[in-house]
């Protein structure tokens, strides 16, 4: 997965304006514009790193005569004390782009390790992560590509890339049959209908009318391998809802195809970087 180069300098600007609005009051008038630095950003963790690229952007859009040179990249593996980017310059520039750069930075490596743990949990089994909507606003495409960096699977994009019926969307509609039917009739060949259930009735009802997907909100392990017993391979299975990384292995065991964690985005612990400056 590469980041769209445009959308990476359009959502660095918005931090960089954010963050500096006219000038760096501490910076611009204590460090002379002509002294120079080296800076390294180093791992205060084990984990996987992700968004190197990302935080050297934020340096080269502030001055692009700052050198950058890339030791981790995105999803490697890093212990504490792991040099992963140096960078050479002037002063000045390396203090203002600080905040911003590792704000990006470890924000997407924390994101990308969580990934690569509940990725772990499940392996040997049928089941892979994904992630899910619960993203902040404006950082989508960067945490998605952290899922993907850390070894887990992206859930659709946007409402454009699936028809998805939650309990909200039948209950409007007037039930799945309803619901599916309607939609079938609308959407094209290359659109996939997910449902949403919440009980074997409703999962039964789904695999009657054709969905290609089927959501199990909320079940627990046991009744996720009835679920699967039922479905016989008819339909994609997705666990979804009040998963934990004490209980993802249970899930996965179950049989399903596709374990959805909103955590992975909404909730992930930044990963500890620091940057020194010579």
């Given amino acids: 997965m590469i980041l769209n180069k445009f959308y990476v300098e359009n959502i660095i600007r918005t931090a960089l ?3 500096i609005h ?4 501490t910076s ?3 460090i002379p514009e002509d002294q120079t630095g080296v800076g390294r950003f180093m791992a205060k963790s084990d984990g996987i790193v992700c968004g190197v690229e990302v935080a050297a952007q934020v340096f080269k859009m502030l001055d692009d005569s700052i050198e950058t040179e890339i030791i981790r990249h995105d999803g490697e593996s890093v212990k504490y004390g792991d040099d992963i980017m140096k960078l050479r310059g002037k002063t000045a520039v390396l203090l203002k782009g600080e905040r911003t750069a590792l704000n990006f930075i470890q924000h997407m490596s924390g994101i990308a390790t969580a990934a690569n743990r509940y990725a772990k949990i499940v392996e040997g089994t049928n089941a892979t992560i994904a992630d899910t909507r619960k993203t902040l606003p ?3 495409p960067i945490q998605k590509y952290a899922v993907m960096c850390g070894g887990a699977k992206n859930h659709r994009y946007n409402l454009s890339d699936a028809a ?3 309990d909200n969307h039948i209950d ?3 039930g799945i049959t309803a619901a599916v039917t309607k939609l079938r009739s609308k959407i094209g060949h290359m659109t996939k209908i997910e449902v949403e259930t919440r009980n074997l009735d409703e999962l039964k009802e789904a695999l009657n009318v054709g969905a290609d997907i089927i959501m199990l909100d909320n079940m627990s392990p046991e009744l996720m391998k009835q679920a699967v017993e039922i479905t016989g391979g008819r339909a994609l299975l997705e666990a979804s809802g009040g998963i934990t990384e004490e209980t993802l292995r249970a899930a996965a065991e179950s049989g399903v195809d596709i ?3 909103g955590a992975l985005t909404h909730s992930v612990k930044a990963f500890d970087i620091s940057m020194y400056i010579k």
């Fill in 259 to 261: 374990i959805s964690v």
């Fill in 17 to 19: 304006m954010e963050d």
């Fill in 172 to 174: 409007a509609a007037g």
């Fill in 138 to 140: 404006g950082l989508r």
């Fill in 22 to 25: 006219y000038c760096d009051v």
């Fill in 28 to 30: 611009d008038y204590l």
């Fill in 164 to 166: 998805m019926l939650k």
